[in-house]
């Protein structure tokens, strides 16, 4: 019997409510025996209860302040929503295991010097949390969901071949967002702005005032997206005024604008258009 491995009883017995920084340590001296490589591409605790109960705990104390609680990420310090990850950039486990080791050079992502089995019971949590998209998605017309789409979005967004480019592409958005977090944007935009959509107002000494979108920035410049869907450049030596603005360019729609039947036909469109 290996004594260095507490008894799988042991660890039945414990309840994590009551007890997590004990369990979080028994399941890191249960992994801790297997020599799992990091150069591997497939997690080997996804799905293990214990080490997601166990990563949960080590997201709290390492990434929490970042992140937030939930995992969706905190757009004031443009950390990115979590769940959304693998949909969204087709991340490997592999992948997302170098970035908690290495850090992001360049960004407010440090590196981390947890041990390869924390670091996999941490991806292993964050495989739990992951948003998969609408699951279940009411039913809907998405031949009426096309004609609201170019009716109420299509001058910001772009699906399916229609529509322009300021916003976000929304022809996959179904499959990497959940559907209450689609309303959310929809009803409450100004609740979460996404890094690349900050809004800026600029004066510049000659007098031209830009509002747009921030793609990039550093000490001296500022690469901007404006609102004709213009993308510019502007040195920071040049401007007499810089006004970073905390709400989203996209417009409220409250139910009297846009029902939630009609609400519910754009996202049968999203979800179904490419096959119309």
């Not at 605790?45 to 939930?70: K, M, P, S």
């Not at 992001?104 to 670091?119: A, C, F, L, R």
């Not at 998969?132 to 004609?147: E, K, M, Q, T, Y």
């Amino acid at each position: 019997m290996n004594r260095d491995r507490p008894s799988q009883a042991l660890i039945r017995n414990l309840t994590f409510p009551q007890r997590p920084h004990v369990l979080l340590t028994l399941a890191i001296l249960v992994f801790a025996g297997t020599p799992w490589s990091h150069a591997q591409s497939v997690n080997p605790l996804e799905g293990d209860v214990r080490a997601i109960r166990g990563g949960a705990g080590l997201f709290r104390a390492q990434c929490a302040t970042c992140h937030g609680a939930d995992a969706k990420g905190i757009s004031s310090i443009e950390a990115p929503d979590l769940t959304q990850i693998w949909s969204r950039r087709s991340l490997s486990a592999a992948a997302v295991f170098e970035t908690i080791r290495l850090g992001i050079p360049g960004s407010i992502m440090p590196p981390h010097s947890m041990t390869d089995t924390e670091n996999w019971m941490l991806v292993a949590y964050l495989q739990s949390v992951a948003e998969a998209g609408v699951i279940g998605l009411p039913a809907g017309d998405p031949a009426a969901g096309r004609r609201a789409f170019v009716e109420n979005c299509s001058t910001c967004h772009r699906a399916h071949g229609l529509g322009e480019s300021l916003g976000p592409n929304l022809s996959i958005v179904t499959s990497q967002r959940s559907l209450e977090s689609l309303i959310a944007s929809v009803r409450d935009p100004d609740a979460l702005v996404g890094r690349g959509y900050k809004l800026v107002h600029l004066r510049a000494s000659e007098g031209e005032e830009i509002t747009g979108l921030i793609k990039s920035e550093d000490a001296f410049s500022m690469q901007l997206q404006d609102d004709t869907g213009r993308l510019r450049s502007v040195n920071k030596a040049n401007l007499q005024m810089i006004e970073r603005l905390s709400g989203s360019l996209m417009p409220a729609f409250a139910r009297t604008q846009l029902g939630d039947q009609r609400l519910l036909d754009i996202f049968n469109f999203l979800q179904n258009g490419a096959q119309q």
